[in-house]
């Protein structure tokens, strides 16, 4: 079994089939003409860290537990990254793995195949107990366990809505002093960062030698430094090592330098970064050091103005082709189970040109279109069956209307704030005279007794308040007359699983245009409804699930799958027919299929195209 999946965050069917109409993208066109390509049906919400879980397990959030980037403690009504869960232990509080349904990389693994997943979605902290190598991707944290804002250094005083500011000291005529922050470390006044000296000594308008720490190195204007190893004195026998990426963006007249967020180091990682910690050295020396932030295309830092259009977009060039680097390192030795790769710069840059600059958006579509060709010539050498897959977890849309969910609640009077406040946060909401709330960028919650710390709402309400909340916001209309909302459905709707009772009461999926706003995402209540939006970040995914399908192109036909869904996503299965059989009834009776066949064959990948419930007796015979 040979089995390669090019994951391309955020690949729009609209975008490819227009620019494939055009003759624009060669190498995913030829998938076309064969009759590998179709658009993905995505689960709901369509989020990057609940889809990619959704495609790797084959399970909606119900059979997984990822139902947002934000969740909330129905006890306290505290948010917290879904990515990101921590327990309290006897070393202090630690980061545990987001879920534990089992994936198809385990899947491959436990019948004797290697398998391989590079910058998958939720997978930090590794699992170093399964026989998957990993390298995680979004939600593995920086130094400081958080999910990464970069340090703005200059001789001006400013503020930025993110990112942390440092002024720089005068310390002589063209030399400039400033301590950089790292991790929280023990001291006899309690915790508090350890620091690093940074120093600028400018050599003239467009060069300047920066020191930070013992290192000492030049830097122009406007590029990018290599990727910076630094370390961090945490006790007397104990350093903190990190990496980073630093600009010197300018000399002329203000000197500002910026570092990217402090990211982990994988060579010195204090907690299980990568699977096995061996597979991740050997690719840092073999191939030569890479990122490790989750997200680490520095969106924050563009947003803010440390950063320029252009600049960010070397900086995405620059890691992607380092994981093109890696990808092909383990490539050129694969040769059988599964090998997996999530390339997400183009998410990023569609966030932040998709809606003004769309031409910037299309050039990576060819760049991407480019790198199937490379992969093309190698996997088209091999000999023999094998299963070659490129897809994407959804599309894309344009973000012009920021919703404040919490508002609209107040305003409806499912929602009280304290008395005093007309606006707030979680802490200033009455609960008392609460019945609903949200928190996430999709998830709309009922303050229900038993179950909120402070919950009013019993159960014969229940019912009935879901489906007077379902109509009031599937009518719910913006100032162009247009609907904000496309589908408004009850969890036990769209979701089935073990988990599903975690999951949010009412699945909220706006319309083209309209996004809840961050604010909403924390719990928050800002003062308007629906405000425009103006950010740099001007186009988003966090909608319904029709409104952002994906894509999957495949080496084999797939005319006659009719809708191609996450749940068909191929998993190992232990039997191989002798002779064509049709896979819809393959896979309707396994039971009676495998006693036909009279024997364990082959194993083989398919893809699972029979209803919910024979997917499910598929999987149960695995």
Known sequence: MKTIILG?????????????????????????????????????????????????????????????????????????????????????????????????????????????????PAMYPARPELPVNTLPGLGTPDIRGQL??????STEDEKKSKTAVVKFSSAGKGRFTALLNGPQVQSKAGPQSATLPVTVDVIDSNIAKLTLGDQQFQLRVGEWSDIVEVKFKAGLFFNVHAITRVILTSLNGVVRLYTLPLQIHPLHALSHYASSQSFAKNLWQKVGPYLTLGWPQDTTGLEDGCITDDQFLVLCDMIFERRKQIFFH?????????????????????????????????????????FVGEVSQRVEKWSGKYNYLVMSDHGFTTYKHKIHLNRWLLENNYLALKDGQSNGDLSTVDWSRTKAYAVGLNSLYLNI?????QGVVGASEIET???????????????????????????????????????????????????????TGLGKVPQSLIEPNHDHWGADHCVDAEVVPGVLFANRDLQNFGGVSFRDIPFPC???????????????????????????????WLFITASPKSRKSCRSML
């Open 8 to 120: 391309f965050d955020s690949f729009d069917p609209a975008v490819f089939e227009d620019m494939a109409g055009q003759k624009k993208l060669k190498n995913l066109s030829k998938f076309v003409d064969a009759g590998g390509y179709s658009r993905l049906e995505v689960c709901s919400p369509p989020q990057t860290e609940v889809s990619w879980t959704s495609i790797a397990t084959g399970a909606d959030p119900g059979g997984h537990g990822i139902f947002d980037f934000v969740h909330r403690d129905p006890s306290t009504y505290a948010p917290y990254v879904s990515i990101l869960p921590t327990k309290k232990t006897a070393m202090g509080e630690q980061f545990v793995p987001p879920y534990m349904a089992k994936t198809l990389f385990e899947e491959a693994a436990e019948m004797g195949y290697p398998a391989t997943a590079l910058w998958w």
């Open 148 to 153: 990464g804002v970069g340090t703005l250094f």
């Open 330 to 370: 383990l490539l050129d030795t694969f040769k059988e189970g599964v090998l997996a790769s999530i390339f997400d710069d183009l998410d990023r840059v569609q966030h932040m040109f998709y809606h003004n600059r769309l031409d910037v958006a299309q050039a990576w579509y060819q760049k991407l279109d480019s």
């Open 449 to 453: 007794t038993g179950r909120e710390g």
């Open 465 to 519: 308040l879901l489906a007077e909340l379902q109509k009031k916001l599937a009518d719910w209309k913006g100032a162009d007359g247009k609907p904000v909302t496309h589908r408004v459905r009850l969890k036990h709707e769209i979701y089935n699983g073990p988990y599903t009772r975690f999951g949010p009461d009412l699945l909220v999926g706006y319309a083209p245009g309209y996004r809840a706003s961050s604010e």
């Open 574 to 604: 232990h039997w191989k027919a002798p002779r064509p059989v049709s896979y819809q009834a393959a896979f309707t009776d396994h039971r009676s299929w495998a006693k036909r066949f009279g024997r364990k064959v082959e194993r083989t």
